[in-house]
C-alpha cells in the first residue's frame, strides 16, 4: 500500500513545474512519506485521507505555480486557457451533479476491474521472478507419456548423471518439498521445508544474509546434520539475531546446526520456511522420481539447447536403467512452468474486463450526448460570441479528460482494493511467489485507459457540437427539432453497442457458472460431510521402523474412536487432493508389455479397515478385507481393495474381478495379490480429473521392514466435523506430546478447496456480468428517460388528441425492447463464436448450451422491459395541458 | 499576507528549519490547525525566497543530523522580520477591533 502511495503521488508530483521539482521534488516525497507513517498510526481512513489531502494540495496548487513560474513566453497563453477550461469544468460538473457521479462511477467501476485483472496478470505473466537474470532459468522434470504422466518427478541418478554431462547449462539444482516437527522444548509446529541439492542458492542467484550456503561435502548420503533458515523463522525463532548461525534447531526430533539465513526472495518454490540438503546417493538404482529440478542456461543458449543437452546425457540413463526409453528430460523456461494453469483463466478474465471498459465508454458516451445536447443553447452562444470551434472542441476535451482523471484515480484506488479481495478471498488462487501490487506499470495502464475511454467518449458530443450551426441554437426554443434524428440514431447505437457486450459477457459468465456448478454436482467417491481429516508424522528416532509407526496410529484410531459422537475413524497413505504415489502392477497371465505400450501408474495407497466406512467409499463387488486379514510374511494371503478404473484396465470384459490375481510388474516370485473387493473410484486428483487406476492394501503388509511415518487420519462424526479438532489434539497430545496435527481440514474443505480456482474464476465473472448488465439497463433507462424528457411536448399533443395513456407507454416500452432485441440478435452469434474460447474451463459443458443463451436472452427481455417501464410510466402520466406551454 | 507565509516566517523567527521542520512547527503552532502539504509548503518557499523575504543556507546547521543534514534549511531575511512584523501590527490592529466590537455586542445584548 505504501509503495502504491507512493508510486501516485510521485505520479501527482509531475503536475507541478519542473523547475519546482526540481528543487524541492525529493523532499516533497520524503515529508509525504513522513506524513503517511504518521497518519498510518491513525488507521486506515486517517491513511487514505491523507492521501487524498496531498494529492488534492497538488491538484489545488499546481495551476498556480504554473502561472507563478511561467509569466511570459507563448505557452503561457495556452495555460491560462487550460486553467479556465477546467474551471469552466468544473462548475459545469457542479451544475450536473448526478450525472457527473454517475459518470465517475461507470468509468471508476470498469477502470477498478481493469486495473485488479491487469496487476493480477502483470503479477501473474510478466512481472520478473526476483532473481538475477531470471530468464535464464529453466524448470527441470522427465516425463512419462506412457505412464499417463506428464511429470514424473526426476530421479536423482538421472540428475547427477545430467549435471555432470550437460553442457548447456551453467548449473542446475534438484529441490523437492516436504513437511517437518519443528520442536523447541514445550511446542511443536509443523514447517514446510525444501530439501535441495547444495548449490540450489547459486543456480538462483540468491545469497544468505547470514552465514553460508551448504557445501557439496554436506550433500551427501549421511552428511552432517545442517540446516539453512528463512527469514521468518530467523525473525520468530531467533529474534533475528545473527548468532542464530551456529545455533541448533530441532527437526524431526534430531538437533540441527543452522549454517545460515536466506532472504525472502529465496523462499524457492514458496511458502518454505527452512531447507535441508537432498543427501542424495546417485549409485543406488532404481529410485523413485520425486524431485524438481531448477537449471541456469549458460548466456545464449536456449531452451531447445537445453532440450538436445539433456537428451544426449539421458542415453546414458537409457541404456543402464530404463531400455524402454520410457522416462524422458523435460525443459521448459520456468516461468512458463508456473503461469501454466493461469493462462486460460487469465486469458478469460482479460477478455472479460476489456469488455466491461468498452461498455462502460459506450455509456459514458451516451451519457455526455445526453448532456451535451442539453447545453446546445449555451454552446450556440458561445460559439456567436466569438469563440472558435477549436476552443469548444478543446473545452469539452478538458471536460472529458478531467472525468476520466478523476475516474481514472478513484479506479486505481479501486482496483487496489478489489486485487487484495480477490487474493484474500481465494489464497491458492496466486502462488506465493508472484509479487503481487500495483505498480507503476499498472498505474500507467490505469490512466492509459481512461485516457482512451475519454478520447472515446469526448469524440461523440464534439463531433456533434462542432457541427453547430449558430443561428439555429438562438432561433426558437433552443433546438427542440434540431438534429435530434441523427442523436437519436447515434443514442440508440450506443445503447445496441452496450447490450450487445453485455450479452457476450452474460452467456460466457453463464456457461462458467453453469460448468462450476455441474463440476460440484460430480460425485466425489465419497462423503465430504461429517469427515474431519489431519496427518501425523513420526520422527523417525522415535518410531524406528514401519510396524512402531503403525502401532502407533492403531493407538490413535482408538482414541478417536472413544471420543463422543465418533462413528469411525481410519488412515490412510494418501488421500484425495493431497498427494500421488504410483507404482506398476500386472494381471496374472497378462501379456508382457511390447516396446511403446502404454503402461498406466496405479495410485497405490495403504488404509486401515474402518477407512472405506469413515470415508464413505461404496463397496460396488466383493468385501473389503478384514482388521487382521493378510500379513507380510513370504506365502501369507494378501488381499487388496482395487477401484473400478482398474479393474476395468486389468480385466476388461469381467464383471466382477474379486477372486482375481495381480503382482507388481516384473516380480518374479510368485507372491500374488488377490482382489477381494471393488470400490467406486474416488475423484483422488481433483472434480475435473479423470481418475487413474487405483488400489489399497491392508495396513497388515506393512512390516518393521518398511518405513511409513505419515498419514493422513480420517474420522467420521454424526456431529459437525470442524467442531472435533479440539478433542482430536488432545487426544494425539496424550499420546505424544511433541506431535504436531497439521493439515487438519474437513473433507468438505478440501473438497471446495480443490476447486478454490474454478470458483473464483466463476465468481469474477458474475461480478464482470453483473456490472455489465447494470451498465447496459442503465443505458436503456437514461436513453429512454431522455427520450421521454425530450418528447413530453409532442406526447402531451398525443394525449390531447386522444390517445390512451397505455398506447403511450406502450410505445416506450417497445421502444426500449427494440434495442434489447436488436442486441440480442447481434450478440448471441457473437457469443457462440467467443464461447468456443472458453473451451477447457468448461469442463465438458458444451459451449453451446441452450440453456445459458435462453437464459441470457430472458434475463435482457425481463430487465430490459423493467428498465423501460419507469419512463413509460412518466410519459403516460404527462398531462395533455403541456401541449398548450411553450414546453422548453 | 496568505496563512502559510505568515505561519512559514513565524516558524523561522525562532530558529533555522528545514521544510519539513517548518511544517511540524507550523503544526504545533496552530494547535494541528494548518497542515502544510507538500506542494503549498515548498511552493510558498521558493515564492518566500523570490521576495528575499526567506533565504536557503549553503550548508546546513551544525546540529542537524544525519537524514536532516540532508536537506535544505531556510532563514529569515531582515526584509522577511519587517514583513512579519507589520503582518503582526496589522493583525493586532485588527485583533483589537473584534475584541471592541464583540464587547460592544455583548453590552447591547
Given at each position: 500500500m505504501r509503495r502504491f502511495a507512493s508510486a501516485l503521488y510521485r505520479a501527482a508530483l509531475r503536475a507541478l513545474p519542473a523547475e519546482l521539482r526540481a528543487a524541492h521534488g525529493a523532499e516533497m516525497e520524503a515529508l509525504f512519506n513522513e506524513e503517511l507513517d504518521e497518519a498510518r498510526a491513525r488507521g486506515r481512513a486517517a491513511y487514505v485521507a491523507a492521501c487524498a489531502a496531498a494529492i488534492l494540495d497538488i491538484a489545488a496548487r499546481a495551476p498556480y505555480e504554473h502561472l507563478r513560474l511561467r509569466r511570459d513566453g507563448p505557452r503561457e497563453q495556452r495555460m491560462r486557457s487550460l486553467i479556465i477550461d477546467l474551471r469552466f469544468a468544473l462548475r459545469s460538473f457542479m451544475r450536473q451533479p448526478g450525472s457527473t457521479a454517475l459518470i465517475v462511477a461507470t468509468l471508476g467501476l470498469a477502470v477498478a476491474a481493469n486495473t485488479a485483472v491487469f496487476a493480477l496478470l502483470d503479477g501473474l505473466f510478466f512481472k520478473p521472478f526476483p532473481f538475477p537474470e531470471s530468464s535464464r532459468l529453466v524448470y527441470l522434470n522427465e516425463t512419462a507419456p506412457r505412464w499417463n504422466l506428464d511429470y514424473t518427478g526426476i530421479n536423482y541418478p538421472d540428475f547427477t548423471t545430467w549435471r555432470s554431462t550437460a553442457t548447456a547449462f551453467e548449473s542446475m539444482a534438484a529441490y523437492g518439498v516436504t513437511s517437518v516437527n519443528l520442536t523447541d522444548g514445550a511446542s511443536s509446529e509443523r514447517a514446510t521445508a525444501g530439501i535441495m541439492t547444495y548449490d540450489l542458492p547459486r543456480v538462483l542467484g540468491v545469497h544468505p544474509i547470514v552465514g553460508r550456503t551448504f557445501t557439496a561435502d554436506e550433500?551427501?548420503?549421511?552428511?552432517?546434520?545442517v540446516v539453512l533458515i528463512g527469514y521468518d523463522l530467523w525473525q520468530t525463532r531467533f529474534g533475528g539475531q545473527r548468532s542464530a548461525v551456529g545455533a541448533s534447531l530441532r527437526v524431526n526430533s534430531e538437533t540441527y546446526t543452522i549454517v545460515g539465513v536466506l532472504p525472502t526472495s529465496a523462499e524457492f518454490p514458496g511458502g518454505v520456511k527452512l531447507w535441508m540438503p537432498?543427501?542424495?546417493?546417485?549409485?543406488?538404482?532404481?529410485?523413485?522420481?520425486q524431485y524438481d529440478g531448477v537449471g541456469r542456461l549458460r548466456p545464449g543458449k536456449s531452451v531447445d539447447d537445453a532440450k538436445r543437452d539433456l537428451y544426449h546425457a539421458q542415453i546414458a540413463v537409457w541404456a543402464k536403467d530404463d531400455t524402454g526409453h520410457v522416462v524422458s528430460p523435460s525443459v521448459e523456461p520456468l516461468r512458463a512452468t508456473f503461469a501454466k494453469n493461469f493462462r486460460a483463466v487469465g486469458q478469460v478474465l482479460g477478455a472479460a474486463v476489456a469488455l466491461v471498459l468498452l461498455i462502460a465508454c459506450a455509456n459514458v458516451a451516451g451519457t455526455m450526448l445526453a448532456r451535451s445536447i442539453f447545453r446546445r443553447r449555451e454552446i450556440g452562444v458561445r460559439v456567436a460570441l466569438g469563440a472558435s470551434a477549436g476552443r469548444v472542441t478543446r473545452q469539452l476535451l478538458t471536460e472529458s479528460l478531467a472525468l476520466a482523471a478523476l475516474s481514472g484515480a478513484l479506479g486505481t484506488l479501486g482496483g487496489e482494493w478489489a486485487l487484495r479481495a480477490i487474493v484474500a478471498a481465494s489464497p491458492t488462487l496466486v502462488p506465493p511467489w508472484v509479487s503481487l501490487g500495483v505498480s507503476a506499470r499498472t498505474i500507467a495502464y490505469s490512466f492509459g485507459l481512461v485516457t482512451l475511454a475519454a478520447a472515446l467518449f469526448g469524440i461523440a458530443p464534439v463531433f456533434q457540437l462542432t457541427r453547430l450551426e449558430v443561428s439555429s441554437q438562438l432561433v426558437g426554443g433552443g433546438g427542440r427539432a434540431a438534429g435530434s434524428v441523427p442523436q437519436r440514431r447515434l443514442l440508440d447505437a450506443l445503447v445496441t453497442l452496450e447490450v450487445v457486450f453485455a450479452v457476450v459477457l452474460l452467456v460466457g459468465c453463464g456457461l462458467l457458472v453453469r460448468a462450476y456448478a455441474n463440476l460440484h454436482n460430480v460425485d466425489p467417491g465419497f462423503r465430504p460431510d461429517g469427515v474431519a481429516e489431519f496427518r501425523l508424522a513420526l520422527p523417525a528416532v522415535r518410531y524406528r521402523n514401519g510396524l512402531e509407526q503403525r502401532r502407533f496410529f492403531e493407538s490413535v484410531v482408538a482414541r478417536l474412536d472413544a471420543i463422543p459422537g465418533v462413528d469411525h475413524a481410519g488412515f490412510v497413505t494418501c488421500p484425495p487432493f493431497g498427494c500421488h504415489w504410483g507404482s506398476f502392477f500386472q494381471a496374472e497371465g497378462a501379456p508382457a508389455l511390447v516396446k511403446g505400450q502404454q503402461d498406466p501408474v496405479t495410485l497405490l495407497r495403504y488404509a486401515s479397515p474402518d477407512y472405506f466406512a469413515t470415508m464413505g467409499i461404496q463397496l460396488a463387488h466383493g468385501h473389503l478385507y478384514a482388521p487382521?486379514?493378510?500379513?507380510?510374511?513370504?506365502?501369507a494371503f494378501r488381499p487388496a481393495v482395487v477401484n473400478e478404473e482398474l479393474a476395468h484396465q486389468f480385466w476388461p470384459g469381467v464383471a466382477d474381478p474379486t477372486g482375481k490375481r495381480f503382482h507388481s510388474r516384473g516380480d518374479t516370485s510368485s507372491s500374488w495379490t488377490t482382489v477381494v473387493g471393488v470400490v467406486k473410484d474416488v475423484k483422488h486428483y481433483g472434480l475435473s480429473t479423470p481418475m487413474r487406476p487405483g488400489l489399497y492394501f491392508p495396513i497388515t503388509r506393512i512390516d518393521s521392514a518398511s518405513d511409513f511415518p505419515t498419514y493422513a487420519m480420517v474420522v467420521h462424526t454424526t456431529r459437525d466435523a470442524a467442531s472435533l479438532f479440539p478433542e482430536i489434539r488432545r487426544a494425539v497430545h496424550e499420546l505424544d506430546p511433541e506431535l504436531p496435527v497439521y493439515q487438519a481440514r474437513t473433507m468438505r474443505a478440501a473438497l471446495d478447496a480443490s476447486l478454490a480456482q474454478q470458483r473464483t474464476t466463476a465468481f469474477a465473472l458474475a461480478a464482470f456480468a453483473a456490472i455489465a448488465l447494470a451498465l447496459a439497463i442503465g443505458g436503456i433507462y437514461a436513453m429512454l428517460s431522455y427520450v421521454v424528457g425530450r418528447r413530453r411536448h409532442e406526447i402531451g399533443i398525443r394525449i390531447a388528441l386522444g390517445a390512451q395513456r397505455r398506447q403511450v407507454s406502450s410505445l416506450v416500452v417497445r421502444q426500449g425492447l427494440r434495442l434489447v432485441v436488436i442486441g440480442l440478435a447481434l450478440g448471441l452469434p457473437l457469443s457462440l463464436l467467443g464461447s468456443r474460447a472458453l473451451g477447457s474451463l468448461l469442463f465438458g459443458l458444451s459451449a453451446y448450451d441452450l440453456t445459458t443463451y435462453a437464459g441470457v436472452a430472458a434475463v435482457l427481455v425481463i430487465t430490459g422491459a423493467l428498465a423501460a417501464y419507469i419512463p413509460a410510466r412518466r410519459a403516460a402520466r404527462v398531462e395533455p395541458k403541456i401541449a398548450l406551454s411553450d414546453g422548453a | 499576507m496568505s496563512r502559510p507565509w505568515f505561519f512559514i516566517l513565524l516558524s523561522l523567527a525562532a530558529q533555522d528549519r528545514h521544510g519539513s521542520g517548518i511544517m511540524r512547527d507550523v503544526l504545533d503552532l496552530t494547535a494541528g490547525e494548518l497542515r502544510l502539504w507538500p506542494a503549498t509548503l515548498y511552493g510558498a518557499l521558493d515564492e518566500l525566497r523570490e521576495r528575499e523575504w526567506i533565504r536557503a543556507l549553503d550548508t546546513a546547521p551544525a546540529f542537524a543530523r544525519n537524514e536532516s543534514a540532508r536537506k535544505r534549511w531556510y532563514r529569515i531575511t531582515a526584509q522577511g522580520r519587517r514583513a512579519l512584523a507589520a503582518e503582526t501590527a496589522s493583525l493586532e490592529a485588527t485583533l483589537r477591533t473584534a475584541q471592541r466590537r464583540l464587547a460592544h455586542r455583548t453590552e447591547s445584548a
Open positions: 550433500d551427501k548420503p549421511h552428511g552432517p546434520k537432498i543427501d542424495g546417493d546417485s549409485t543406488a538404482h532404481f529410485q523413485s522420481y487382521n486379514e493378510g500379513g507380510s510374511t513370504p506365502g | -
